[in-house]
């Protein structure tokens, strides 16, 4: 599981780094703050997003051997970027071979409306890994004309475009409708209740069959009670072939065979410069998986995996999180390598140190607590590079394994992204959306004094504790079967919640990573404004709800609104024609959270579906459109992003002949020649 960015961490941060030294001061934190930061974040920003980069301090100080080791990770992240191109729509890489073409070759003027057009449309597309938006999952239609597509096929060398056999006539009239046709594959996820949502979303994780067949057909290989399930369908596309439904995995010698090959090679590359066994026990069962395909070597290789504890670099990857596929099944690839930030790690090591004191003082029923917390493993990381559904829009937090089994039994790793969240303060230290929004001067005082801290916590607190607490009954199969559409939504909820009740509770300024509750009381104001307002700011006028992220605060934020009517734990203020929300009583504003977390955990460890789809539809999934043509419009004249993400640093390899002597880090600028330059490089689907 990950944390999706918040708006409030892009917008409203006031404080550049996520260290620990604002609890506890020590010399080398404290110069570390204080000191002037140069570096360049901000790179550009075209449509709705704002380009940053994020840096690699101390890269310089590892070991020869690690330099390598990383460098041979980093390739093996990405090698697996055309994977998740193709796992979200069927005709992406052969657009993106399309763009780079004329990137590459077209011999007409490169100025003009039409251009720049076409050029930001190409930036999105590349963004978004596909043709689908990265958050709202709708299709980018261009803005430039369709003659335009015309002139910029007739003006590329044929040898440079993607013909597939075809005239570039014939090429064109392919094209045109995928591109411009608002009914042709319009969402590459549509939830939308009382539908099939498996044949309405455009993703590429299923062929030609009715999302009856499919969850029929993983039902029947799942056994009720299993105490060790795999991952049912993770890797693997769901088709028919000769009437009958198969899996085509995504392994060597299966589907994705080119580009797992070279993630597999680069691994192997890997395993000499290993910094300790467990590392090179864990790359080498992740080279068995994917050499095999089975999901029970996915399981032993996670297991391994979390066993790692002492080792500096890390690395995910694999097909991991099924937030793009409507009945959460199919994971998307992704790898993000990284390197363990040794002082930032004592504030997230602290609340792991006492997991089993929040699980035991949770407000959920006693039958769904875990006895025995097994195995949190808790860290800041500084990321080297991130491939795949990781990038370029960023998390701020990563928990894994996803298996729910596997955190019971071994434990899970739980990450806060030290550097990205650092790019994402600093980006919006700046911004004038706080103000704008924000109900009165003393929330606006508050959060920029306990915004960027109060944010951290929320994060380690869901990674840490959400994700790993709780447990299902007996017999009960896992969300993704009983929950179905709804499970991505409750379970993001369920991890906020657990931080949302435990950042009120004295316990965090009694163990020294929280100064006072006042730090509390930001949070609540940044998850309530951002839940119920800020957030609409990235919907299109007549739009509801669809990424999983979005349903699960307006969810939690709505029903917290709705249950605390009466008492007015919350209240819409209208004031000068502008709408705003307040919270007037904290603590019982926590009672709620408490009272929502109790009941989501019911949902999830009862398997109640009908629950399940009541809250997500009642609280989740609707905006009031009035007040999202009111966010809008204020927005517009912010001159503020809503999105934000990465060009991604760049590992060279400084060679001696045949070998490798040193190994630096690069910071690139341009996005569009970084894109051009992944596809030449790393391009192996056609």
């Known amino acids: 599981m990950k944390v999706k960015s918040l708006v409030v961490a892009g917008f409203w941060a006031s404080v550049a780094a996520a260290t620990f030294s604002c609890q506890q001061p020590n010399s080398a934190a404290t110069s570390e703050t204080s000191a002037v930061d140069t570096f360049q974040y901000e790179a550009g920003q075209f449509a709705d997003i704002q380009l940053l980069r994020y840096r690699i301090e101390g890269f310089e100080s590892l070991s020869l051997q690690q330099k390598k080791l990383a460098y041979c990770l980093y390739q093996a992240a990405l090698y697996g970027r055309d994977i998740i191109y193709d796992q979200k729509y069927k005709h992406n890489i052969r657009i993106r071979h399309f763009v780079e073409a004329v990137y590459q070759g077209y011999q007409g003027e490169r100025t003009g409306d039409e251009w720049e057009k076409f050029q930001v449309w190409s930036k999105r597309f590349w963004f978004s890994n596909g043709l689908h938006h990265h958050y709202a999952n709708t299709k980018l239609i261009p803005t430039f004309s369709p003659d335009f597509l015309k002139q910029l096929v007739s003006n590329t060398p044929a040898a440079l475009l993607p013909l597939h056999g075809q005239s570039a006539e014939q090429f064109v009239s392919f094209l045109t409708p995928i591109l411009f046709d608002p009914q042709v594959d319009a969402k590459i996820v549509d939830l939308t209740e009382g539908i099939d949502n498996i044949k309405a979303s455009a993703n590429n994780y299923y062929e030609g069959v009715t999302q009856k067949e499919v969850e029929d057909f993983y039902q029947k290989l799942a056994t009720p009670g299993e105490k060790e399930p795999v991952a049912y369908g993770l890797n693997s596309q769901l088709t028919k ?29 890997a395993l000499p410069y290993a910094e300790n066994e467990a590392q090179k026990d864990a790359l080498a069962k992740l080279v068995a998986y994917y050499q095999s395909g089975s999901l029970k070597d996915w399981d ?101 394994p996803n298996s729910d089994w596997i955190r019971e039994v071994h434990g899970s790793k739980s990450v806060s992204l030290g550097n990205i969240v650092k790019a ?23 959060i920029r004094k306990h915004g960027a801290l109060a944010g951290d916590l929320h994060t380690d607190m869901h990674e840490v504790i959400g994700h790993a607490s709780g447990r299902l009954n007996k017999g009960i199969s896992t969300p993704s079967v009983t929950l179905k559409t709804y499970a991505n939504t409750l379970e993001e909820a369920r991890a906020d919640l657990v931080a949302l009740y435990f950042i009120m509770d004295q316990k965090l300024v009694d163990i020294g990573v929280m100064p006072s509750l006042e730090v509390a009381q930001a949070e609540y104001d940044n998850y309530i404004l951002n839940g119920l307002i800020m957030q609409l700011s990235r919907l299109e006028l007549g739009e509801n709800l669809e990424e999983a992220h979005m349903r699960n605060r307006q969810l939690v934020a709505g029903w917290a609104m709705a249950m605390g009517k009466k008492d007015k734990v919350m209240e819409w203020v209208k004031r000068d024609g502008k709408t705003y929300v307040k919270v007037n009583n904290y603590e019982k504003l926590r009672v709620l959270f408490g009272q929502l977390l109790k009941e989501i955990q019911r949902i999830k460890s009862e398997g109640d579906y009908e629950s399940a789809r009541k809250l997500v539809e009642t609280y989740g999934v609707k905006v009031d459109q009035g007040l999202l043509k009111e966010v809008r419009d204020r927005f517009s004249k912010l001159g503020v992003s809503p999105y934000k993400g990465f060009i991604q640093p760049k590992l060279v390899p400084i060679m001696e002949g045949s070998e490798i002597r040193d190994v630096k880090v690069e910071y690139p600028t341009d996005f569009e020649q970084q894109m051009i330059e992944y596809g030449k490089l790393y391009g192996t689907l056609k």
């Open 241 to 269: 072939v000769n009437g009958r439904l198969v899996e085509q995995v995504w392994k060597v010698g299966g589907m994705y065979d080119a580009p797992i090959s070279k993630i597999v090679y680069w691994l192997k590359q």
């Open 424 to 446: 994402y303060n600093s980006a919006g230290a700046r911004s004038p959306a706080l103000a704008e929004f924000a109900e009165n001067e003393n929330i606006v005082a508050r």
């Open 300 to 400: 032993i290789y996670n297991i391994a995996w979390v066993k790692d504890l002492e080792s500096k670099l890390d690395l995910v990857n694999g097909f991991i999180e099924v937030y793009g596929d409507a009945i959460g099944k199919k994971g998307a690839f992704e790898s993000v390598l990284s390197m363990r930030n040794e002082e930032a790690t004592k504030r997230i090591a602290a609340i792991a140190k006492e997991a089993q004191w929040f699980e035991r003082n949770s407000p959920i029923d006693e039958a769904h607590k875990k006895p025995d917390v097994k195995g949190i493993s808790a860290k800041v990381i500084t990321v080297l590079v991130q491939s795949g559904d990781a990038a370029p829009y960023s998390s701020i937090g990563i928990n894994l």
